[in-house]
């Protein structure tokens, strides 16, 4: 008998029922997915051993053959008593929800079954779910049979947890199909807005207390009542909770505005029960931090895009939160094809909804980085980022943060993100709850409440969070550099929390040992439920007992070394990985402290893994537990095919089992390139001054090499300024180094122009542009070596030596060799506080250490390791300053290590000894990630204790006396404080002021070498340079006009005179880019181009450039068939683009000519190249970005050809020139004497 509710009978898509799955998983948490058809007999059955999976899959298997089963009546013609039968059913099963209290709150409860399960009746099934196997196995019903068809709880029993529930007696029948019509199953019938305000499917589980009413989807990887009593941490009366649980669905008779709280061991949580109506009358009282944090996480748009890519997801959530759109009405449902795949297609569907209408678009995803995350979110170096940033909310009412999604982008991947999949880690960015940053835009509620560090970590740590249709857990967080604050030199404190998606509505079943298998990470379509303990257990190992007797705050760092972004490079086999089992020691001191060695065969496949030409001396990197630096061997045969690599106790930082391929995979953070010379630390001119014996010889030789460098610095700018080519050298040879995108050979594109300003200046050049004549071109150009340490494990060298040899020529001031030996140099390392943080030392020559170069050689002998002297450093990836200047050198006589002061013991400081197995919590795990959050987001003293130490010895003109050397070995403290557990706070910091603070400094006396270098040396050279330099500029006479650039607008123009269409669409063109101009010109007044904001606003408005398409109306008269027809017509080179952008420079060349080059730079550059002209058959050749981010000048071709001009200008022979000088590789003429 056909059902009442069909729509198509045997005629509906699988999608739609994948649609019913989705909703009913969105509206009611049942995290319902499809069987695996895959799995064999043996694994199915093994399946069925839990309770949940067997209910799910029958539930599935029942939906199933109830959408399929339909006749294609429609709804409206549904008898009246068939209507009352269903009304009748749905009303029950609305009353019954008051019994689920028995599912999920009862500790108790779980008890009584875990020990009813132990004494079932031999040959029950483990579980005591009744599942039925398939479909055939399910019950088969007359038609006039209704007793199976739903399920209840009578309100008020308390069945136990698996307990098979009985199906209603005596009850009226019709037929049990329900189809998948809108009228049957979706959430219009128990409708998200008013369904989605009932606390016991609130996004947050009750232990935090801050429940966010916009994600209501809470997951639990656990089916007894024992877990639901873990994750939520209540120990409640029945009585209690069947008082919740009955007041949930009925409207409360108190006031809206008030706060209900459970009982809760630890403290009090609000659990709001307001609607979405009375919420808004919140906010017009005085509104809590707990209060502030609900509503933080967009809701996901509807339930039907579970099964859209993420990537499709996350542009949508994007769009909306920018655009402060709803995603409640949002109603456009999502197919798996290209017009959904494709990010142009889904950005104009988005545009044209009716809730985008009038609304821009936030800047596109980086088109390779939207594809990769349409795949499996990685390549072989990099993987797609999720990022977004929580600011603070500026209205006084609504939620504390507002939500700031990023752009899709590829970067670097970390180790979690290559092993689980990159698209289960979210990374955002959130104000320092500390109170550290700018005091303007902290929120009053938080100065208010002295709590509020507490609350907010409680609420980031304690409860699941509910986003993009995935269930997030914070895991890691660590202090990073915000933006600048307006009008002074500081930045704002920002930290960047690390979430991972545990749970999800299509994600399967847990794994066997809780950790998901390793196919996974490349499968996004494939991921299992994994929780926050999992993830720690594989991280760090906390399931080990050597590793729970770690501190908590030292267990924590560890972390890091998991999200340090690497590239991976060699797997081995745990028999190539010898782990040592002690360091070398001297004395009782660790003398290789972070370095281990690594066999000459295995280095060079590192470095073919890397792609580089030659084979470095060291390699920065991370190894399962262990992180630091590993030397070549010197004592291996190179031809040696043996791999491996060892690892010491000091380098290990976890106990490892290196089981997992990715824990066996030798991840490399950097290594070491050819030297250039390096400026001077600010930080060590005073303690050079201080340690010499002659302090009036030191300072003439610091100012001698300070005028030198400027003068060359400056001098080398000006002449490059004479011609493009110079100049283009000069950008390859100034610039930023092209480390950062030696994986794809891109530069990154703020705009229409590169981001950064050397690669703006050259793109330009390549353009064809010269910086003589063209004045915005003309505005961008203005604008001692550090060394890896290691240590000497062939003991050749005696204390106080080192060896240091170069790959290359180094070449500066004189010097030109490949070696430094038997002279005395200078080592330190920034920072360097202590007078002995500079230490005078003896560099020899030593054969067996002659094949590691570009790395400085310490020796292992002696008391203290020298690394150690300088500033406490290792030899983990620590780059030493080195100074081989002999009229500085010979000046500097080493101090001794002064006498260690305890701060602790002083009490100044306290140690947070707390270890992982001591938290008796019964999710320690949960408690672990809070406790090491509250630690570390705690207000951090290492800059203020610095700039005030720094401000004491300005003052007093000393580096070393008294109070300089207290503050500098309490700094020695602060800078590992995180990873020590050291605690130090205000009261601390005023304690330690009032007992150690100084006398008033003496501002008379003797002037400070800082001031003398900066204001009687620096500023001297610059101006009388400057003032050359200038002259030299200004007297090329640039403007800002190039008739090459608005001839395809003139073409336009006079074409308009005889065609209405084409003056049509000039009026229409010009009149978009003015609104443009306006709004740039507001932009800039506010934010200048070097403020962070303006880069956002900026990529914000370039979309919207993107956005100005030729009308409809003008498409259609065919008029246009080159704008239309363009074969290029996607292309950003398109007839249309390059139209948009001739016209903008024709009209807003002279008052807005930087906004013309943000917004059509591209464009324009094309232009000016495809208007170049040279003789003969020479024609201008075009250069994909990739190609063009490793492009090098050549310098001895640029050198020649300069020297060429300049002759033939003086009416000499450029081909005699030619046959008199020869140049080297470095431009150099070489003298034959």
């Known amino acids: 008998m056909s059902g009442p509710l069909g729509s198509q009978g045997q005629n509906r898509s699988t999608l739609e029922l994948d649609r019913i799955i989705s909703r009913l998983n969105d509206d009611f948490a049942l995290q319902l997915c499809k069987p695996d058809v895959t799995l064999s007999p043996r694994k199915y059955r093994e399946r069925q051993r839990s309770d949940e999976e067997a209910r799910i899959d029958d539930i599935y298997q029942k939906i199933q053959q109830l959408h399929y089963r339909g006749d294609n009546r429609p709804t409206r013609y549904l008898s009246t008593s068939l209507r009352a039968l269903l009304q009748e059913r749905l009303l029950r099963i609305l009353r019954d929800i008051n019994g689920l209290e028995s599912k999920q709150l009862s500790k108790r409860m779980s008890e009584v079954t875990a020990n009813h399960s132990q004494k079932r009746p031999k040959g029950q099934p483990p579980h005591r779910y009744e599942h039925h196997d398939a479909v055939d196995a399910l019950p088969v019903r007359s038609s006039g049979s209704f007793a199976d068809s739903g399920v209840s709880l009578a309100s008020g029993s308390h069945r136990s947890i698996g307990e ?207 594809h990769t995350a349409l795949g499996d979110f990685q390549t072989k170096f990099k993987t797609v980022t999720l990022s977004a940033d929580l600011v603070y909310n500026q209205d006084s009412t609504g939620p504390l943060y507002s939500l700031q999604l990023h752009p899709l982008k590829l970067e670097l991947g970390h180790r979690l993100a290559r092993r689980f999949g990159a698209d289960r880690f979210l990374e955002i960015t959130i104000p320092s709850p500390s109170g550290s940053g700018s005091a303007d835009e902290e929120p009053d509620v938080l100065k208010k409440d002295p709590k509020s560090l507490e609350k907010i970590v409680d609420w980031l740590t304690k409860p699941e969070h509910y986003f993009l249709g995935r269930t997030w857990r914070p ?408 100074c081989w200047d002999q009229n500085i050198v010979r000046n500097f006589d080493s101090a001794p290590l002064p006498q260690k002061l305890d701060f602790i013991k002083s009490g100044y400081l306290r140690k947070v000894t707390t270890q992982f197995k001591d938290i008796l919590d019964q999710d320690a795990c949960v408690e672990f990630v809070s406790r090491a959050f509250l630690f570390n987001l705690q207000p951090s003293f290492l800059g203020r204790c610095t700039k005030y130490k720094e401000r004491l010895c300005y003052f007093q003109n000393s580096v070393q006396d008294r109070d300089a050397i207290h503050l500098s070995q309490l700094l020695g403290y602060l800078v590992d404080q995180s990873k020590q557990g050291i605690e130090f706070t205000e009261e601390d910091w005023k304690q330690y002021a009032k007992e150690k603070g100084s006398r008033r400094p003496d501002a008379k006396g003797r002037l400070h070498i800082l001031d003398y270098l900066r204001f009687d040396v620096a500023d001297t050279v610059i101006d009388e340079v400057l003032t050359s330099f200038n002259k030299t500029v200004k007297a090329n006479n640039a403007i800002p006009y190039d008739e090459d650039l608005t001839k395809l607008c003139n073409i336009y123009e006079e074409r308009s005179k005889t065609s209405a269409g084409c003056s049509q669409l000039l009026k229409y063109l010009r009149g978009k880019i003015n609104v443009l101009h306006d709004e740039w010109r507001v932009i800039k007044s506010r934010n200048g181009t070097d403020d962070s904001k303006f880069a956002t606003k900026a990529d914000s408005m370039y979309q919207r450039w993107i956005d100005i398409q030729l009308p409809a109306e003008l498409l259609a008269s065919g008029e246009f068939p080159e704008l239309v027809h363009d074969f290029n017509k996607n292309s950003a080179m398109s007839n249309w683009e390059l139209l948009k952008a001739s016209t903008a420079f024709k009209n807003h060349y002279n008052n807005g000519y930087k906004f013309v080059w943000y917004m059509a730079g591209k464009q324009l550059g094309f232009i000016k190249a495809m208007a170049h002209r040279a003789p003969g058959e020479t024609s201008k050749v075009m250069v994909i970005p990739e190609m063009w981010g490793i492009l090098r000048p050549d310098k001895k071709l640029i050198t020649s050809l300069s020297l060429q001009r300049e002759a033939a200008r003086d009416s000499e022979s450029a081909v005699a020139l030619e046959e008199v000088f020869d140049f080297d590789d470095n431009g150099t003429v070489i003298d034959d004497a």
């Open 475 to 882: 895991f890691f967080v660590r202090n990073v550099k915000g933006k600048k604050i307006s009008g002074t030199n500081r930045n704002t404190a920002v930290d960047r929390v690390y979430f991972f998606a545990c749970d999800a509505n299509n994600f399967r079943p847990s794994a066997a040992g809780g950790i998901s298998p390793l196919a996974e990470a490349l499968e996004t379509k494939a991921r299992t439920k994994m929780k926050l303990s999992g993830l720690l257990k594989w991280a760090i190992g906390i399931d080990n007992e050597r590793n729970s007797e770690q501190p908590v705050t030292k267990l924590f760092s560890r972390l890091a070394l998991s999200l340090s972004r690497t590239w991976p490079t060699v797997i081995l086999e745990k028999h190539q990985i010898i782990n040592k089992p002690e360091d070398l020691t001297c004395g009782g001191m660790v003398m290789n402290d972070g370095i281990g060695r690594i066999s000459p065969s295995l280095a060079r496949k590192v470095s073919v893994a890397l792609g580089l030409s030659d084979c470095p001396s060291c390699f920065q990197g991370r190894l399962g537990s262990a992180k630091g630096m590993w030397l070549i061997d010197v004592d291996s045969e190179e031809d040696s095919e043996r791999d491996w690599v060892e690892t010491y106790p000091s380098q290990r930082k976890w106990k490892c089992d290196f089981e997992d391929p990715h824990h066996r995979t030798l991840e490399i953070r950097n290594w070491p390139s050819e030297l250039r010379s390096a400026s001077l630390n600010q930080q060590f001119i005073p303690v050079l001054e201080a340690r010499s014996p002659q302090p009036d010889a030191m300072r003439r030789a610091v100012s001698e090499h300070l005028q030198r460098a400027l003068h060359a610095d400056l001098g080398e700018q000006a002449a490059a300024m004479k011609e493009p080519m110079s100049l283009r050298l000069w950008i390859h040879q100034s610039g930023p180094s092209k480390n950062d995108r030696s994986l794809d050979g891109s530069a990154g594109f703020l705009a229409g122009l590169p981001n950064d300003n050397a690669d703006r200046v050259a793109f330009l050049l390549d353009s064809g542009f010269d910086q003589r004549r063209m004045k915005y071109l003309r505005e961008l150009v203005w604008e001692m070596s550090y060394i890896y340490m290691a240590a000497d494990f062939s003991s050749t060298l005696e204390e106080g030596e080192v060896h240091l040899s170069f790959s290359t020529k180094f070449q500066a001031e004189g010097f030109s060799d490949t070696l430094l030996e038997n002279m005395d140099i200078l080592v330190a390392r920034a920072p360097a506080h202590l007078p002995s943080d500079i230490q005078r030392v003896r560099v020899v020559s030593r054969p067996e250490l002659r094949k590691l170069k570009d790395v400085i050689i310490f020796s292992t002998k002696g008391t203290i390791p020298l690394a150690d002297k300088l500033s406490g450093g290792d030899y983990d990836g620590d780059m030493a300053w080195v």
């Open 164 to 370: 098979v529930i009985q199906p209603l007696a005596q009850e009226p029948s019709f037929d049990q199909t329900f189809g998948s019509s809108r009228a049957s199953f979706p959430s219009e019938v128990f409708s998200s807005k008013n369904t989605q305000d009932v606390s016991f499917i609130s996004q947050t589980t009750v232990d935090s207390g801050y429940h966010d009413k916009s994600n209501r989807y809470p997951y639990s990887q656990q089916t007894s009542a024992e877990s639901f009593s873990h994750s939520f941490g209540l120990s409640q009366s029945r009585n209690d909770v069947q008082q919740n649980w009955n007041s949930l669905p009925s409207r409360p008779n108190k006031p809206t505005n008030q706060l209900e709280y459970l009982d809760d061991s630890r403290f009090k949580s609000p659990l709001l029960l307001l609607d979405r109506s009375s919420q808004d009358s919140v906010g017009s009282v005085s509104q809590t931090i707990d209060e502030k944090l609900a509503n933080i996480w967009p809701k996901l748009p509807i339930p039907a895009l579970t099964h859209a890519p993420l990537a499709v997801i996350w542009e949508i959530t994007r769009a909306a939160l920018h655009c402060k759109v709803s995603l409640d009405q949002f109603d456009l449902l999502y197919e798996p094809n290209d017009s959904w795949h494709d990010q142009s297609s889904l950005r104009d569907t988005i545009s044209n909804h009716h809730l985008f209408h009038g609304k821009s678009l936030p800047p596109s995803s980086d088109p390779v980085a939207w």
